[in-house]
């Protein structure tokens, strides 16, 4: 299994320009999860999904928007990229007791 | 959201036990402790998991006290590779089922040779 993977790795954007931030995991999770981490900063959840179809709000939503067509991709999209958006993304999945999370995408946005 | 507190920093001797302390007054009876550590930049990892008894697996052990406001995570036979920042979580569960994780600053553990 190739576990949690995501893409682009690296990516500078503009203010304004939109990109979508794609994840995708293997394992048949139904449970998954974005997560954005500030410099010296914890994690914080910005969207989750229980399953294909179903997504819900985390702790920081504003600017993000998310969909679920699929068990596997659960893509993020920023519309319009602004400068608070400056940071490292994380996707995880989740089985029972256990999140696995991706490698991370760093954004700047300038 | 219960809150967790913990150093920001600690150091550890290499093949040396490395106990990490939380605070986490403010748990509730049905929330669990969890703590994932990150290495360098990449995503974090679970580690291990408890709601009041202690717990081992094959990466630590868990101390959680009688009152359940704090808890210690035990790295028995700490390596160079464990120096991580180590975070302790209260997990929430939502309405919907699923769970939330409230990550702190964590810990930055250095385990010195």
């Known amino acids: 299994n190739a576990g949690v993977t995501q893409t682009p790795k690296f990516r500078i954007l503009k203010i304004g320009q939109s990109m979508t931030l794609q994840c995708t995991q293997d394992m048949n999770h139904n449970y998954m999860y974005w997560y954005r981490q500030d410099p010296g900063m914890g994690l914080k959840l910005i969207y989750y999904s229980v399953g294909a179809g179903i997504t819900d709000k985390g702790e920081v939503p504003n600017g993000y928007n998310v969909s679920r067509s699929t068990t596997e991709d659960f893509p993020l999209r920023l519309e319009l990229a602004a400068p608070s958006q400056t940071s490292v993304y994380f996707c995880a999945s989740r089985f029972r007791n256990e999140q696995f999370f991706g490698p991370g995408t760093r954004l700047t946005v300038l | 959201d219960a809150k967790t507190t913990q150093p920001p920093s600690m150091d550890c001797a290499e093949g040396r036990a490395a106990n990490l302390p939380c605070n986490h007054s403010?748990?509730?009876?049905?929330?669990?402790v969890y703590w994932y550590r990150q290495i360098h930049s990449q995503g974090p990892q679970y580690i291990i998991h408890g709601l009041k008894n202690n717990e081992t697996n094959e990466m630590a052990s868990l101390i959680i006290t009688e009152d359940r406001k704090s808890s210690t995570l035990i790295l028995p036979h700490a390596t160079l590779r464990d120096t991580a920042v180590y975070y302790c979580i209260v997990r929430v569960v939502t309405q919907g089922g699923s769970e939330k994780l409230v990550f702190g600053k964590g810990t930055k553990l250095t385990v010195n040779p």
């Open positions: 403010t748990i509730s009876g049905n929330e669990y």
